[in-house]
């Protein structure tokens, strides 16, 4: 399932590092309609796995190196997730925070509106991708974290270990993950800031193939690392 959430902001400046805002405001926008709901999702620091993704898309946004400058005062949280229950539960929570100010950092932010999105059935094992979300491919080793872009060799080796840790909470198998590939087509490294660190990350467009289960699974979940915090989120070219 997926929709749209369109946003107002009172002035036109927010963070370069805004994926931590929209986190918290999906964390206000859960304890305030459930507790119950928001402790299953973050439980304070707990490692909580989740099955949805989201993006940000601005219109003609100028970047600078700590802001975003845009011009319109707009911007629009596309949100996918992969099971009925927790998209109900997300669409609801945010259905209760319309018209209401938030506060992203030195600004603030308003739900204007929310919309469904059409989302594409998987028939065949192999699709196009373009990413809305930088993919995050991390490897961690003695509390170190290593981040890989489809232009290093460990890249696609990493995401399936990645991909194997979100399953975890599905009921598909492990394995499945073995036969999964994905082929750059026209991507780019890019370094995203990430509660002050650079994660380097990638972009653009992808071929990935694998069972149409798996497929489908990442296509409303997200893909890779940090999937749930605004990375890994494509649509189907």
Do not use: W
């Amino acid at each position: 399932m997926r929709f749209k959430l369109y946003l107002a902001l009172e002035n036109p400046e927010i963070p370069i590092d805004y994926r931590r805002n929209i986190i918290s405001y999906f964390k206000l926008a859960l304890s305030e309609y459930n507790e119950e709901y928001y402790k299953k999702f973050y439980n304070e620091k707990d490692p909580i796995i989740k099955n949805y993704t989201f993006s940000v898309y601005f219109k003609n946004p100028k970047i600078e190196k700590e802001k975003i400058i845009i011009e319109d005062r707009n911007l629009e949280l596309n949100i996918s997730v992969a099971d009925y229950e927790t998209a109900i539960i997300l669409y609801n929570s945010f259905n209760k925070q319309k018209y209401k100010k938030f506060p992203l950092n030195k600004n603030t932010v308003t739900l204007k509106n929310i919309t469904m999105i059409m989302e594409k059935e998987i028939t065949t094992e192999n699709i196009t991708v373009k990413f809305q979300s930088p993919l995050c491919v991390r490897y961690r080793e003695n509390r170190k974290d290593y981040y890989y872009s489809s232009r290093h060799e460990e890249f696609e080796e990493t995401l399936k270990m990645n991909i194997k840790q979100q399953l975890k909470i599905t009921n598909l198998p492990e394995a499945i993950v073995e036969d999964f590939k994905i082929t750059p087509i026209n991507a780019k490294k890019v370094v995203i800031k990430f509660y002050e660190k650079q994660i380097e990350c990638s972009t653009g467009l992808f071929n990935i193939s694998g069972d149409k289960d798996l497929l489908t699974y990442l296509y409303n979940a997200g893909m890779g690392s940090k999937h749930s915090a605004g990375f890994g989120m494509f649509q189907i070219i």
